[in-house]
C-alpha cells in the first residue's frame, strides 16, 4: 500500500508540472499535420507530440512482449507434453566408442 502511494504521490507531482508547463507556454502556434491544419497553445502542442512518440514506441513493442509470450507459451506447452509422455519421447543413445581411432590432440597411444 505504501508503493500505491508514492506513486500517486509522483503522480500528482508530474500533473502539477506538466500543468505548469503548459500554462507558462501559452502562445498560439500553427500546427499541420497530413493536411489537417490548426492552432493550439505551444505546451499543448508539444504534450501532444511526446505522447504521439511514446505511442510510436510503445505500439511496435507491445505487439512483440504479445509475439514473445504465445512462443513462450508454445514452448512451455510443448515442454510439458513432452515431460508427461516420456515414451513419445525419442531415447538418444550415445555413440558407441572407436577403439582404433587417434585421440583429438594428436598424442599416440600405444595399444598392446
Same mark, same amino acid.
Not at 84 to 89: G, L, W
Given at each position: 500500500m505504501g508503493g500505491a502511494w508514492v506513486g500517486l504521490a509522483l503522480g500528482a507531482v508530474v500533473l502539477v508540472l506538466l500543468l505548469v508547463f503548459i500554462l507558462e507556454n501559452g502562445n498560439n502556434v500553427d500546427i499541420g499535420f497530413f493536411g489537417a491544419h490548426g492552432h493550439m497553445p505551444l505546451g499543448?502542442? /508539444?504534450l /501532444?507530440?511526446?505522447?504521439?512518440?511514446? /505511442?510510436?514506441?510503445?505500439?511496435?513493442?507491445?505487439?512483440?512482449?504479445?509475439?514473445l509470450r504465445r512462443t513462450a507459451r508454445r514452448h512451455r506447452k510443448s515442454d510439458a507434453k513432452a515431460a508427461?509422455?516420456?515414451?513419445?519421447?525419442a531415447p538418444q543413445a550415445a555413440a558407441p566408442p572407436q577403439p582404433d581411432s587417434a585421440p583429438a590432440d594428436g598424442t599416440v597411444v600405444n595399444r598392446q
Open positions: 499543448v502542442a /508539444l /501532444l507530440a511526446a505522447a504521439l512518440g511514446v /505511442l510510436l514506441v510503445v505500439i511496435p513493442g507491445t505487439g512483440r512482449i504479445i509475439q508427461a509422455d516420456p515414451a513419445s519421447a
